[in-house]
């Protein structure tokens, strides 16, 4: 495992890392014990991302001019550990004013702290520490932190025969692991794909709309649609890929649900998380194909990033549209990916 995925698993743990000279550790997941024994007199300053500093009504100081720039907030008597809380979670933006005055601090190491706010990101985390005096246990360099990515690079873990409900084609069930972090990913491979280039969808894992159904998303009729089709040509490969919230985690595609209750679309709700309207990547779906063997593919997919994220990776990709019908709840949802992400007719 890499340095940084060793941080990443810190940080979801909520404990301290340390990147280049700062150390700092998630105002999400830092319980109020571990804050009491690092923290006892509540004098760390918050670093937030650029986005949320703006968001909160610090772009007109000059230590938060930049939006892509960390930001250093101060600490003072009235902004306690509960209020940091709420002041990093959007969901709260609309619930009361942003109290203040809020006061922004020169940020001592620019490089550590985009570092560290992209390692809070990759753990799915909302994108906000505090800042500790003491070195912690674990420590990386600034440059680790900032070229962190996803993981691209997969074995094969296990493989079994899957009886599926409505598909009569023999199926298989291939468990991949990626080395980077450890994380699994999954394709389910219909048929024995060969000759032609075989049927092939990208599926990013969506919990509310696989499992649950959910109305908000297109994801489950997709995923149903994907192995119709597949049963039908007699033979395709799904990949299930571990990006739930297109790449922001469970806990954030909640807040930007809460978000979109408030008005907000499913663009506008990531960033005012912090986060960019998209932060998969499809490498480690490249990364999967060719462990199964196959270097072309027939894509369904609507989504430009895809097709460009495999055929950046080497993989030859035809495209095959994969629209299905909007429901009242998700017309907006789909309307806003074709106007602002792109997505194609
Ligand atoms: N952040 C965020 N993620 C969402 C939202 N709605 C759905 N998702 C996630 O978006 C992803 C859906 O991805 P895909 O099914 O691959 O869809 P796509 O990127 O539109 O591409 P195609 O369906 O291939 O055209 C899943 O990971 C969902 O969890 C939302 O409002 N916000
Ligand atoms: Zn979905």
Known sequence: MSKAAAAIAALRAGRPV????????????????LLAELDPDSRSPLLL??????????????????????????????LTTGKIRELVDPAWDFARFVEGPLRSLPVADPEAALG????????????AFWLLDTPAALALKSSEATSAARPRTVAIAARAILPVEGLEVPTQIVAMRAEEDGSEHVALVIGAPGGKPPLVRLHSECLTGDVFGSLKCDCGPQLNAALRLMEAEGSGILLYLRQEGRGIGLANKIRAYALQDRGLDTVEANRRLGFGDDERDFALAAAMLRALGVEAVRLLTNNPAKIEGLAAAGIAVTRVPHHLPANPHNADYLATKKAKSGHLD
Not at 18 to 33: I, M
């Open 116 to 127: 560290a706010l992209t390692l809070s990101r990759l753990a799915g985390l909302v994108p």
């Open 49 to 78: 991302s650029g986005a949320r500093a703006a968001a909160i009504g610090l772009g007109n100081q000059r230590e938060a001019a930049s939006t892509l720039a960390p930001v250093l907030v101060e600490r003072s008597d009235w």
């Open 18 to 33: 340390t990147v280049g000279s700062l150390t700092v550790v998630p105002v999400e997941t830092a319980t109020d014990a």
